[in-house]
């Protein structure tokens, strides 16, 4: 008897406490499910991983105190997963605060968002002023920021967007710039100079004490950190030489995460299998890209790894390489190419084959090529480039080879790699050294000029 009342006991401790795990689990999971760590078929471990690595926390792919408390915990809840920001292309912007938060002195917001804006300034050269009508931008405290999960401080757009900033109206603001803020209230300062940062055209990082953290509702105030500050004139400096050198010094602050992508001084190749799955080739080693974070995929991998490891056949060191209209991926050297099969581990009978056997009319070592929208093969060599198509006769026309310069780009010869990016913008992208541009760009209110830095760009260096 006496034991079955511990047994009834044990049942109800056993079932109440069940309970309390589901409903954290469940909250878990929607936290994860609404800000996009689940996308892409992770499963929760992994999506854990990816919320931890976000934060610059130990990578456990577990729920701990840690991991909790940041689910807590107010946060950005700016667009991800571009692969490119924009930029203002006017040095003088002019922005409208539309209303106030019921806690605070207007005048108080005023001067919070003022001196945010002319931190910036620093090292943007992008002037704001206060307006009352007809502004660029707008800054707006909303009641619209409820969720059914997690707590979202502020959110903003990038430059190509307007660069609007939105601020949650329902959490507790305090003026304090500095310091520990008391539990329970937030730094309207330290928000405002975040999505202000996004206004810019910055993303999100997850170097520490950076203040584009997404975790911006911590206790203690972060400023601009030397990271922020080095990836804000990156952004904005139009000058190559000036930007090597800031690329250098970024290189230098990145080191200590990131070491080797962001300091290859160009690729060989850069091929995607779809929007998410992106692969960046030096001559001998290649890294898979996170669409999600533009950072390099943690993965349980360890980037870079070699060619042949992926690739069991493929010679050492490629020329280039691509993937073609069936999925094929494709590895040139010298003049031999390698054909792996959709499933990208299994070597096509035959090969390596010659690159004239395999592509008739195209000369041996090819600097990029890609199929491209019309699903024609393009070989770039030098300063020019071939139409390959194995369904004409001939398969490459009589007027090719044609002078690169006809693409509309300053690069008169020798690519490193070339990319038509058809399962994510539509848009063809050519690699050279340190630089890239983009074919086709026409774009109003927003700069885009090229050159820009791959480093910065492509890998969020
Ligand atoms: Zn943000």
Redesign the pocket.
Known sequence: MTGDIYYVIFLVLFVVKNNVSCQEMNETMNYLNYFGYMDGNRTMSEAIMMLQKEAGLERTGEMNQETEALIEMP????PKGAYHGSRWLVKDITYHILNYPPNLEAADVDNIARDAFSEWTKHSGIKFKQVQQNAKLTIEFTDSMKTTTGVIA???KFPICRGDISINNALNWTTQRSGIVPTGTFSLYQVML??I??SHGL??SSYPNSV???F?GGNEVLHIHPSDEQRIKILYSDNPQELSEKKENMSRLQSTIEPSLCNIPKISAIIAYEANLVYVFNESAYWLLDAWTNDIEFNFVQYPMKISHWWKEAPETINTAFVDNGNHTYFFRGALCWKYLSGKRDLAVGFPKNISEEFPGIPDDIDAVMTWSNQKTYFFKGSNYWRFDENEDPQVPSVYPKPLSRWGISISSDLDAVLYFGHYSEDTYFFKDAFYYKYGEIHEAVIRRYPRHTAFWWFNC
């Open positions: 946060r950005c809840d700016a502020g959110s903003a975040h999505e940062g996004h993303r999100h584009m953290t997404t911006i």
